[in-house]
């Protein structure tokens, strides 16, 4: 399915990106992986070396998805040492996690500047190879986060519900130039990133987002790979998440009397 197929996956040092390029490469397909560490690309590279094949490429490219001209330069190298790109996924985020009147203004600009504006970036540097060659896909990596809120999560909510609805506006106006947008809501679950969270995440954050069991990354992975062949708009990993975010979207008002009384029984203290 997708032998010859030139895949670029941003944040691909790590966690679910790195996962989602053992898939790709399993299935023959040619993988750019971007990230800022070169170090960790490095590694990333030797990692996986075992699943190529003859002739199959994988490749590294050290870049930060908040500079435009960066990205832009990145999509000309991947462009020249693998081909025009067919699949895009913007897997690349970061999380600030605290109360949000002690949170540094700076740590709202940063988590926006990668989690959306990064996205932004890499669509635009993907995109003139897209509409040269009449087609492509674009998977964004967004959060259960960008569906509802979550306690000490402002920066980070904030920058997932902009990703949501920015693709869903992308959906409406690239469908039409044969260019597929997929939306890819994972609740919590195993990474390097949420593992470094649990060491200072409040205590409300952690009993709030962990109402969904934590799923493994080789979950979200598999469901995640599973929902880019089908073709479907929106995958949301594990039958629990999918279930929170229906009662969500058809019953907010309940979703928001249960957060709240999570809140309030913290608030409250152990009973005597």
């Known amino acids: 399915m997708y032998k010859g197929k030139v895949v670029i996956i941003t944040g691909g040092s ?23 560490d070169g170090k960790k690309l ?28 960066a990205c832009e330069q990145t999509l000309q190298e991947i462009a020249h040492q693998l081909g025009a790109p067919h699949i895009l ?6 999380i600030k996690e605290g109360y949000f009147d002690t949170l ?7 988590v926006m500047e990668i989690n959306y504006f990064g996205v932004i970036n890499f669509i635009r540097a993907t ?25 000490g999560y402002a920066a980070y909510c904030g920058s997932k519900f902009a990703l949501v609805g920015l693709t869903e506006t992308l959906r409406l106006e690239l469908t039409p130039r044969n260019i597929a947008v997929q939306l890819v809501c994972p609740g ?8 470094q969270l649990s060491t200072s995440r409040t205590d409300e954050n ?26 479907q708009y929106m995958t949301i990993p594990g039958r629990i998440s999918r279930v929170l975010e229906w009662v969500n979207r058809v019953f907010p008002g309940l979703m928001r009397r249960t957060l709240d009384a999570k809140v309030k029984k913290i608030y409250a203290g152990p009973s005597l």
Do not use: W
Not at 14 to 36: E, I, P, T, Y
């Open 14 to 36: 790590s966690g679910l990106g790195k996962a989602l390029a053992q898939r790709f490469l399993a299935q023959h397909a040619a993988v750019a992986l971007v990230a800022r």
């Open 42 to 69: 490095a590694q990333v590279k030797t990692d996986l070396a075992g699943y190529l094949r003859a002739g199959q490429k994988l490749e590294t490219f050290s870049c930060d998805v908040s500079d435009i001209s």
């Open 89 to 94: 996924i913007n897997s690349a985020g970061i």
């Open 104 to 110: 540094a203004l700076s740590d709202f600009r940063q």
């Open 127 to 151: 995109l003139p190879y897209f509409n040269r060659q009449g087609g492509g896909r674009i998977v964004n990596i967004a959060s259960l986060a960008g569906k509802f809120g979550s306690f």
């Open 188 to 195: 919590e679950f195993d990474t390097p990133m949420t593992q």
């Open 206 to 231: 952690r009993i709030i987002s962990q109402t969904i069991p934590v799923l493994s990354l080789k979950q979200v992975t598999d469901e995640v790979f599973a929902g880019i062949a089908k073709g």
